[in-house]
């Protein structure tokens, strides 16, 4: 069987592989990171969301042996060392974004990567396209999008502007 390198979370990992090998297999059943949840198998729901290279990818449709060499990030990832939550693992809390849970650690990977492609803040209408390929059978959505909403200006990395004036932009450009 193939050896694989890659960086999980930060850390370097290794690991032997079949070539059929999924990375949601690779991650759960080989790294331990249980983090990343299988609802259907089949490209549906979206649990199994994690970022290779920044990217958002399904899981459970990438061969693990695609992501030789490449950076991962789990929700597991996304807790800083020091035990301070992501600004999207705050706003889910604080806007009650999830009730079950099994389907929020997809739900915030694809969530990172939306705001992380937008410059400007997504409306609502765009943040509802952008996590189609996610599903939630317990909150409605409603509090998922006032999440992300919220999440958006906290991750602006713009030293120029206070955080006062994110909110007040992505306020402005929602309404
Ligand atoms: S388990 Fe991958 S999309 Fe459902
Ligand atoms: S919180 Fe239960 S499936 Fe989304």
Excluded at 79 to 93: E, I, K, N, V
Excluded at 118 to 137: D, K, V, Y
Aim: with cysteine; hydrophobic share 35%; charged share 20%.
């Amino acid at each position: 069987m193939p050896r694989i390198t890659l960086t999980v979370n930060g850390q370097p990992a290794s690991a032997e592989v079949e070539g059929r090998t999924l990375l949601v297999e690779l991650l759960r059943d080989k790294l331990g990171l249980t983090g990343t949840h299988v609802g259907c198998d089949t490209s549906q729901c979206g649990c199994c969301v994690v970022q290779v290279d920044r990217k958002s990818v399904k899981s459970c449709t990438f061969l693990a042996i695609q992501a030789d060499g490449a950076e991962i990030t789990t929700i597991e990832g996304l807790t800083a060392p020091d035990g301070s939550l992501h600004p999207m693992q705050q706003m889910f809390r604080e806007h009650h974004a999830l009730q079950c849970g099994f389907c929020t650690p997809g739900m915030m990977m694809s969530a990172i990567n939306l705001v992380e492609t937008h410059a400007q803040c997504p409306t609502s209408e765009q943040i509802r396209h952008a996590m189609e390929g996610n599903l939630c059978r317990c909150t409605g959505y409603h509090n998922i999008v006032r999440a992300i909403e919220a999440a958006w200006p906290l991750m602006q990395t713009d030293a120029e502007q206070t955080a006062e004036e994110r909110e007040r932009t992505c306020t402005i450009s929602n309404t």
